[in-house]
């Protein structure tokens, strides 16, 4: 299993970006992916989740109508648009993959917002 993230970072407050994961080594249209984020200082954090076939998507409360996870099943990537960015956004995000049990990570990507 392999994920690689790409597209963050620096944008001033109230900017959008895009992030994307590109998967492989695993059948990437059989399962729900995810994306956390980690500030600074504190604990990783789940900022949304999208079912095996995008019909489904979850978010948390502190990105809710701000940010929305979508995702490419013939192209294997997932992706997070993030727009009305805040300063308290800055963190890395990362994409998350749960396969037989075992949680996949990819690197990561930083994202800054500050102006």
């Known amino acids: 299993v392999q994920l690689v993230e790409s597209g963050g970072g620096l944008v001033q407050p109230g900017g959008s970006l895009r992030l994307s994961c590109a998967a492989s080594?695993?059948?990437?249209?059989?399962?729900?992916m995810s994306w956390y984020r980690q500030a600074p200082g504190k604990e990783r954090e789940l900022v949304a989740i999208i079912s095996s076939a995008g019909g489904m998507t979850n978010y948390a409360d502190s990105v809710k109508g701000r940010f929305t996870i979508s995702r490419d099943n013939a192209k294997n990537t997932v992706h997070l648009q993030m727009n009305s960015l805040k300063p308290e956004d800055t963190a890395v995000y990362y994409c998350?993959?749960?396969?037989?049990?075992?949680?996949?990570w990819g690197k990561g990507t930083l994202v800054t917002v500050s102006s």
């Open positions: 998350k993959v749960a396969v037989g049990g075992i949680n996949y």
């Open positions: 080594g695993f059948t990437f249209s059989t399962y729900y």
